[in-house]
């Protein structure tokens, strides 16, 4: 009974419910609502003398900020205060989940979800960044700007950029005194070098008029240009977190402290410190090129920082700002995007971007959906399709329900994913904040041995080189490209992985999927189309290809069953007459009965046809060649003869075949899972060139095959895209959902395929490594910049080629530095995907 169930298409976990049939209990997590294993070291929250526990991190934070929000909620049928952790009924409905007292509830709010949600207010627009958190250390969160107490960036709006926010604050400040210091220290800097250059300025103003001239200049820009470098400075040392504005703040502080005491009181210096002319040597003029330089470093890198979020931007840009609205009377007008609710009716004319997310009721055009998805091809959409807010409608007049608005539009959940992507951290970016820890103060160490090994050892005048070398090893050793090394890379990689459909989770799912060397992939739906199809008609005796599907459409139209879906819609699109059948009648396992035309037709397995007395015969053969090519086969007899079979398949999809290619050829092995029969999971494999196959899986011996593959040292991707493959993907390094799958697959994943396609996959993997090597060059780079730049600015080259760096050529080294790494993390924009 269950092989001939099997045949006629029933898959046992298509039956299989998230939250229902058990008689175990249902922890839930208060925030999402899904099921939680307390076992599997998930976070959890004490409060109020309970364990709360959670899928992430995420809603973790969530739940901590406002706990009662998530303790309780309310049933939407009979009004019910409903436990939302012991919850045994859920459910979700465009994307908002609902909890119910029991069995009936749900049902009934299944049954007709907008009786029970009318009177509702409207979905919540987007949320707007009203806090604070800094680009390079996503956990310090304010409410109000101002600067991180761990490196001294200023802090950015959190959530999603609106582009109303105007330009940023940060940038125009330091543009504007970018220009006062530069403008300042331009003469200042001619007037120092002069004499070297053989240009005698200082003769004809005098030595003395000279450094009082040097002393004017300075001041305004170390005094009122560099003081937030100063300000973040004292924060790094208050809070006890040395970064590189406790060293750029030292080091102009100390050069110019020192000059002005020279100029003031030159007369309490002693010999050793005078310079050539008996004079006491100032400088000024490094004091105030290396705040402009710091400057120019600071306004690349924020302009630089900006065009990391043109992919948010560009995504947020595609969604008009009005919206043509249809109303009950049939006159048109148009209306803010905001004011657009859940079952208007939107007209979308040619060459329009779609407003919300819907489904087409009148009209047919093609859409191009490549912004969202990645694929250059446009989609036909007739009524009943569904459409994407932000998708571009071509040539072709559609009307269109609206289904949801705000920040429910799939537009609006990918770029609130790839905003909370870009500020999440990578474990690698560990090792910078690690090295930087130490770093600064072993900087500040080596400036003083420096310092007094030049007062003690060096040629006259000894103390001016200690000066110098201290001054330089303090502004060279600056650790910003080291910091910005790993946020920037991630911040531009995100950005474009959205605009190919591919979205990143966090940074850890990033770094992760480069490291995988296996991925396991479900059939149904992620290989395949998901959704059976007619494939073959063969016939035997005197009967036509036509007549035969005819009879068996007919028939079949009494069935519910997918199978018979399948049937029915391939006669229609083969133009097959379908009628209705008389006295249908199904038997349990085996098939269904009837009378078409006048005739007796029965379809169903071999165990219906032996029932009947028919003898299958040569049909028995050419139903074993079908099954063997992964296809189910159903007989079918007419007026008590063998008529032929019908032969109906989930078809492949048409980039599974290269994606698998391009996925062996990138290092991965891959495994099939799937609750499908083994002789359909074999013929789907042996056709894709998969290396292993796992049959009649149920949810749980996924997790189990993860489990056990991660024991032997295996690093696992799983990609799926039901409720039943959500246990899995949890369980994997990294999980991949499909983004035409069900919502629990999605919020269990680490990345998201905005279209259901494998070739998302080898996209993602391709922008994963490419991540991961961009950011291995940055921190190589960081790091043997800093190896070399500190001995040289200390002086170790002095004893062979008579050479001490001055302090302006360290500023302008150490801003080279950031901006090198800036640039290469934005070739990430340019990837070939």
């Known amino acids: 009974m269950e092989k001939a169930r099997q045949e006629h298409g029933h898959d046992q976990n298509c039956c299989r419910h998230e939250h229902g049939g058990t008689a175990d209990p249902v922890i839930r997590d208060p925030v999402c609502g899904m099921t939680v294993d307390p076992e599997a070291g998930k976070p959890t929250v004490e409060h109020d003398g309970h364990t709360y526990h959670f899928c992430s991190e995420s809603c973790r934070g969530k739940f901590m900020k406002e706990p009662e929000k998530y303790l309780t909620a309310t049933d939407p ?48 627009p987007m949320p707007k960044g009203t806090q604070y958190t800094c680009p390079m250390h996503p956990e310090i969160i304010r409410d109000r700007p101002g600067s991180c107490p761990i490196c001294g960036m200023a802090l950015e709006p959190m959530g999603v950029p609106t582009g109303e926010e105007g330009p940023n604050p940060e940038l125009i400040d330091f543009t504007r005194r970018l220009w006062v210091s530069a403008f300042l220290a331009a003469p200042l800097f001619v007037i120092a070098m002069a004499p070297m250059i053989g240009l005698p300025f200082r003769d004809w103003i005098g030595e003395g008029l000279a450094v009082w001239v040097e002393l004017a200049l300075a001041t305004p820009v170390v005094l009122w240009a560099a003081l937030p470098f100063f300000h973040r400075g004292y924060e790094s040392i208050v809070n006890r977190s040395p970064n590189m504005w406790t060293l750029i703040s030292l080091g102009v502080g100390a050069a110019y402290l020192y000059s002005v005491v020279a100029t003031f009181f030159p007369y309490i210096f002693p010999h050793s410190f005078r310079g050539h002319g008996s004079a006491v040597p100032v400088y000024f003029e490094a004091a105030a090129v290396i705040v402009a330089l710091v400057f120019l470093g600071q306004v690349l890198e924020l302009r630089a920082r900006e065009r990391t979020g ?10 008009p700002k009005i919206a043509r609205r249809i109303a009950e009377d049939g006159t048109e007008c148009d209306v803010p995007l905001e004011e ?191 959704r059976p199809k007619l494939m073959d008609v063969i016939v035997k005796g005197d009967i036509s290809e036509n007549e035969l599907l005819s009879l068996a459409a007919s028939l079949e139209q009494g069935s519910e069953h997918p199978l018979a879906e399948a049937i029915v819609e391939g006669a229609r699109e083969r133009g097959v007459k379908v009628e209705k059948s008389e006295d249908f009648d199904a038997v349990t396992g085996k098939g269904v009965t009837g009378k078409v035309f006048g005739r007796d037709v029965a379809l169903g397995n071999a165990a219906m046809m032996e029932e009947l007395g028919l003898d299958l015969g040569q049909l028995n053969s050419d139903a074993d060649r079908v099954r063997e090519e992964g296809k189910t086969a159903m007989f079918v007899a007419v007026d008590g003869r063998l008529a032929g079979i019908v032969a109906v398949a989930d078809p492949i999809k048409q980039t599974s075949a290269q994606a698998i290619r391009s996925l062996r050829e990138s290092g991965l092995k891959i495994i ?34 993860v489990d056990a593959l991660r024991a032997k040292g295996a690093k696992i991707a799983m990609a799926g895209d039901g409720v039943n493959d959500a246990p899995a993907l949890a369980a994997a390094d990294v999980g991949i959902a499909m983004g035409t799958g069900a919502d629990v697959a999605v919020e269990s994943a680490g990345i998201t395929l905005v279209k259901g396609d494998l070739t998302g996959i080898v996209r993602a993997r391709v922008l994963a490594q490419a991540t991961i090597r961009n950011i291995k060059q940055n921190l ?35 801003s080279l530095s950031s901006v090198s790494v800036i640039g290469n993390a934005l070739r990430l924009r340019t990837l070939k995907l």
């Not at 930087?436 to 060096?458: K, M, R």
């Not at 500190?790 to 170790?796: F, I």
Request: charged share 20%; net charge neutral; aromatic share 6%.
């Open 780 to 814: 190589f780079f960081a790091f043997v910049y800093n190896a070399l730049g500190v001995p040289v600015a200390a002086g170790v080259l002095y004893p062979v080629l008579g050479m001490l760096l001055s302090p302006m050529l360290a500023a302008a080294a150490m």
């Open 672 to 705: 099939m899972a799937t609750g499908d029969s083994e002789r359909t999971a074999r013929a789907v494999a042996a056709k894709l060139g998969i290396d292993e196959v796992r049959a009649d899986v149920l949810p749980e011996d996924k997790k189990n095959l």
């Open 340 to 530: 657009v609710k859940a079952g208007d009716h939107l007209r979308v004319r040619p060459g329009d971007a779609v407003p919300v997310d819907g489904v087409v009721v009148e009209g047919r055009s093609s859409v191009d959906e490549s912004m969202i998805t990645g694929e250059p091809v446009p989609v036909e959409k007739t009524k009943g399709d569904a459409l994407t807010g932000g998708t571009l409608n071509k040539n072709g007049s559609l009307v269109m329900r609206a289904e949801k608005v705000g920040a429910e539009t799939v537009l609006s959940q990918i770029v609130e994913m790839v905003a909370k992507a870009q500020r999440s951290r990578a474990p690698i970016q560990g090792l910078a904040d690690r090295v930087s820890f130490y770093f600064v103060p072993t900087v500040v160490l080596v400036a003083i041995v420096a310092f007094v090994v030049w007062v003690l050892f060096g040629p006259s005048p000894s103390m001016t080189f200690a000066i110098v070398s201290a001054v330089s090893v303090l502004i060279i050793a600056c650790p910003c490209a080291l910091g910005l090394a790993t946020p920037m890379s991630i911040m531009t990689a995100t950005g474009r992985g959205a605009q190919a459909g591919v979205l990143i989770k966090d940074a850890e799912a990033l770094e992760r999927f480069a490291k995988v060397d296996t991925l396991i992939v479900d059939k149904t739906g992620t290989l395949t189309e998901g």
């Open 310 to 319: 043109s992919a948010i931007r560009a995504l947020l840009d595609l969604a």
């Open 77 to 124: 049928v009979c009004g019910m205060s409903v436990d939302r952790v012991t919850a045994k009924h859920f459910t979700r409905h465009e994307g908002q989940g609902f909890y119910f007292c029991s069995a009936g509830c749900r049902q009934k709010f299944e049954a007709n979800p907008k009786k029970y949600l009318a009177g509702q207010p409207a979905p919540e």
